[in-house]
Nanobody
């Protein structure tokens, strides 16, 4: 399983960005997909999660109402639409495939990260 994240960049406060994460591999069987971020000197934190079915989503209070996670099953792609961006959203954003079944075991897989910088 490989994850390729893209879509980061520099944006002014109040602006929007859409991140994409393409998941590739054979017969992908995963429980959920997540977007995480890590700012300098801080721990990596979850900002959005979606079930592989796309039915359920989760957002922490810090991004609720501003970020939207979605999934295009035909393209095996997960998106993170980020609106009303704030300077504190500046971080490297990572996508994660959670509890992917590989044989008899389950693993987590991470994408390479994409930088989001919000200027105030």
């Amino acid at each position: 399983v490989q994850l390729q994240a893209s879509g980061g960049g520099l944006v002014q406060a109040g602006g929007s960005l859409r991140l994409s994460c393409v998941v590739s591999g054979r017969n992908i069987d995963t429980r959920s997909m997540g977007w995480f971020r890590q700012a300098p000197g801080k721990e990596r934190e979850l900002v959005a999660r979606i079930s592989w079915s796309g039915i359920s989503t989760y957002y922490p209070d810090s991004v609720k109402g501003r970020f939207t996670i979605s999934r295009d099953s035909a393209k095996n792609t997960v998106y993170l639409q980020m609106n009303s961006l704030k300077a504190e959203d500046t971080a490297v954003y990572y996508c994660k495939a959670e509890r992917v079944r590989v044989g008899l075991r389950k693993y987590d897989f991470w994408g390479q990260g994409t930088q989001v910088t919000v200027s105030s």
